[in-house]
């Protein structure tokens, strides 16, 4: 029998796709404030989705794939 690896599609920025009308997906970023969770297009950062600011990149990365972090409501 095959096994079939099921990857988990990458989470979408709501404030991303709210504001900008756009579907990009949340990724690690950094500003001068510190690590935190966003959407990037080829123009340079789209949105912060993260009310956080994380002390490392590896803190932002487990935060993100743990989903223990907090969705900004507005830009």
């Known amino acids: ?3 079939q690896t099921i990857g988990i599609p990458p ?3 709501q404030l ?3 504001w900008c009308k ?3 997906p ?3 970023l950094q ?3 510190g690590w935190y969770l966003g ?3 080829h123009e340079g950062p ?3 989705e993260s009310r956080e600011y994380f002390p490392s990149r590896e803190a932002a990365e487990a935060a993100l794939k743990a989903g223990t972090w907090t969705q900004r409501s507005q830009p």
């Open 1 to 3: 029998m095959e096994t």
């Open 11 to 13: 989470l979408i920025g």
């Open 16 to 18: 991303a796709r709210q």
């Open 22 to 24: 756009v579907n990009l």
């Open 26 to 28: 949340v990724k690690v």
């Open 31 to 33: 500003s001068g404030a």
């Open 39 to 41: 959407t990037f297009d």
């Open 46 to 48: 789209c949105s912060r």
